[in-house]
């Protein structure tokens, strides 16, 4: 079979079997798949990545110890967890310290024909929902965490930093659930999609609001993000760092201390909210794709997903 291969700064299509199936495992054929900036950030070096990449997905389940996986569609959540340290005893297996992540530590990812996953990370899609919608649940999970983490007041005003692919899913959780959202960023393009589904939109350069937030959330992807989500929030308020990225970050402290801010690291999140918000058709995912192609030409998908202005990429069975 065939499988995306990133190694020294290359995307190559590489053959190699079909992956065995442990047992509480199942196999998985792949449907369709998503680019992130974290592949992308793989792909750049980020944890010395060599490997394959790909952690968003939709899949059909072709062999599983459970029948009532078989041929059904599914997506999966990424950390494989050891389900016996104290960590996952106490429901945090996301943070599980022998933990493999798909295709991104120690366990190939998604792109490529077939591919496992333990079956208690699996959940099954809805029939009515298409592929290229299902493939965002990872994502969408990513901003649904936020709310997990922190109890916001309802209809609080909240600052989204950033318009890329997590700011805009971001924008859109917040807001589908009853907040006044605020998105900045620099393109009116972009900011459109959050902006149809009711999202309060501003195209900013570098000037921002200053303290003017009990929340922000810096999604820009940048290194320069939280020092500018640091100076619009509110003394004694509440940053949440979603960026991910290959560079270190220079960061003045004494704002933080003297005004006494929380910084809250946030990551992956559960699939249950994130499967609901996209059925009810919540979240514009639509006008996210730029485009889709077939796993064998992913080296044009990558291309195309690190050029400026394209969001997301999708990649489909052959």
């Not at 060599?50 to 072709?62: A, K, M, N, T």
């Not at 910084?263 to 995912?285: D, M």
Request: net charge positive; proline share 5%.
């Amino acid at each position: 079979m065939i499988a995306v291969q990133l190694e020294n700064r290359r995307v190559s299509i590489i053959h190699v079997s079909k992956p065995r199936r442990p047992v509480g495992y199942s196999r998985i054929r792949l449907l369709c798949g998503g680019i992130c900036n974290t592949d992308l950030e793989l792909l750049q070096g980020y944890y010395g990545f060599s490997g394959i990449p790909g952690h968003e997905f939709v899949g059909e389940v072709v062999e599983s110890d459970d029948p009532r996986l078989v041929g059904q569609r599914v997506v999966g959540e990424i950390n494989l967890a050891c389900r016996k340290c104290d960590w996952c005893k106490r429901g945090l297996d996301r943070h599980c310290p022998t933990r493999k992540v798909l295709g991104i530590v120690g366990h190939p990812g998604a792109f490529r024909e077939y591919l496992t996953l333990p079956d208690v990370n699996l959940h099954v899609v809805p029939e009515s929902m298409p592929n290229e919608v299902a493939v965002f649940s990872e994502p969408v999970a990513a901003a649904c965490e936020i709310l997990d983490q922190v109890s916001i007041p309802k209809y609080e005003t909240i600052a989204v930093l950033g318009d890329g692919k997590l700011g805009l899913l971001i924008s859109q959780v917040l807001h589908s659930t009853g907040h006044v959202v605020h998105q900045f960023g620099r393109h009116q393009d972009k900011l459109r999609i959050a902006q149809r589904m009711g999202v309060q939109t501003e195209t900013v350069g570098k000037a921002v609001p200053l303290a003017a937030y009990g929340y922000v959330v810096d999604a820009t992807g940048s290194s320069g993000g939280l020092s500018q989500a640091v100076r619009m929030t509110r003394p004694r308020g509440t940053v949440f760092l979603k960026s991910t990225i290959h560079d270190k970050v220079a960061l003045d402290t004494a704002p933080i201390v003297v005004n006494e801010i929380t910084l809250v690291g946030s990551r992956c999140g559960r699939f249950e909210p994130a499967l609901r918000l996209l059925g009810r058709g919540a979240i514009n995912v639509a006008d996210m794709i730029s485009g889709s192609m077939p796993l064998s030409e992913a080296r044009r998908g990558f291309a195309q997903a690190r050029r400026a202005g394209i969001l997301k990429v999708l990649l489909h069975a052959d």
